[in-house]
């Protein structure tokens, strides 16, 4: 590999599924404060919703990922305003 072609902040980084609990360590220029140790070394950690270890199409299996409960906050608001009208 050619040598100084990467920016100064580009670094091993270990980005987590939180579906499936998979980590993957890239090297990427991305921003984080979250640390994380894997095999005894300490990195940067991203959390990912979903990567090839919990997307349907690699896995082949049909589910579906509500994590921040954004269904359960609209019903709520919908509840609130026919609420308020009555």
């Known amino acids: 590999m050619k040598k100084d072609i990467h920016p100064d902040n580009y670094r091993p980084v ?3 599924d ?3 609990g998979a980590q993957f360590i890239i090297g990427t220029t991305t921003h984080t ?3 994380t ?5 300490e990195y940067p950690k991203v959390i990912v ?15 579906t990922l509500d994590k ?3 269904v359960e906050r609209f019903k709520q608001r919908v509840a609130a305003a ?5």
């Not at 140790?37 to 070394?41: F, R, S």
């Not at 919703?49 to 589910?63: A, L």
């Open 68 to 70: 921040t409960g954004r």
């Open 33 to 35: 404060d979250a640390v």
């Open 18 to 20: 939180i579906s499936s």
């Open 82 to 86: 026919k609420h308020k009208k009555a």
């Open 14 to 16: 270990v980005f987590e």
């Open 37 to 41: 140790t894997v095999n005894g070394k």
């Open 49 to 63: 919703e979903i990567s090839s270890q919990s997307h349907p199409f690699y896995t082949g299996e049909d589910r």
